[in-house]
């Protein structure tokens, strides 16, 4: 389904069908606020924005033309020391995006861990993110010595089917590759709303109704 930015005025806001809390997890670094940036700004109109020292949270706003839609977007601390508890944040996701820099290896090392933490709750969605995929592309182009090989497609591919995830691959500079993993998101998202809306069908999902 395409979806519009529509028009969203500081008293819509609240005006919604449908509610969901999107979590980015993966190690400092990775891209995730870059990605959080890039997605919010190109797909959606941006209608809060709340920034700590440690959480970056942003709320989206859509219309299509049966519904509206508010997804609200919270990037995870990433520093090791937020490993055990980073389940409090997720909590409640009706998705979670795993997203490690594929030009360094440690970040997809970790992603396990971050992965066992996030499977102490219940996201009925899941998808890895390989990003910075144009910055591995030059490392193959210009090898040096000692530096570790980027971590392949196959490797990624692997990890996602161990835990039934779609893997995605993204750059770190342009916009076509965020959209797909927008639009496998999106459709994902809507596939878990009933036709018609039923509270009741909807336990468990993490989607709230407006």
């Excluded at 969901?20 to 809060?48: C, H, P, Y």
């Excluded at 299509?64 to 601390?77: L, R």
């Excluded at 490993?83 to 820099?101: C, E, P, Q, R, W």
Aim: charged share 20%.
């Amino acid at each position: 389904m395409s979806v519009n930015a529509g028009p969203a005025a500081a008293g819509e806001i609240d005006d919604y069908h449908f509610r969901f809390k999107i979590a980015i997890v993966g190690d400092s670094g990775v891209g995730k606020t870059a990605f959080l940036d890039a997605i919010s700004q190109t797909l959606g109109t941006v209608v809060e924005n709340e920034e700590s020292t440690e959480l970056h949270i942003k709320t989206t706003y859509y219309i299509d033309d049966a519904y509206q839609y508010k997804i609200v977007y919270f990037d995870m601390p990433g520093k090791e020391r937020h490993h055990k508890y980073i389940h409090k944040y997720v909590n409640g996701s009706t998705a979670v995006l795993y997203m490690f820099n594929i030009v360094k290896r440690s970040s997809f090392e970790r992603m396990e861990q971050w992965i066992a933490e996030c499977e102490k709750c219940e996201v009925p969605i899941k998808i890895l993110v390989g990003n910075k995929v144009d910055l591995a592309n030059a490392m193959q182009t210009k090898k040096v010595a000692g530096q570790s090989a980027p971590v392949s497609k196959v490797e990624a591919i692997n990890m996602a089917k161990k835990y039934g995830m779609e893997y995605f691959e993204t750059c770190s500079i342009g916009e076509a590759s965020i959209v797909q993993v927008f639009d496998h998101l999106f459709n994902s998202l809507l596939a878990l709303v009933p036709n018609p809306p039923d509270p009741a069908q909807l336990m468990g999902k993490n989607v709230v109704l407006g």
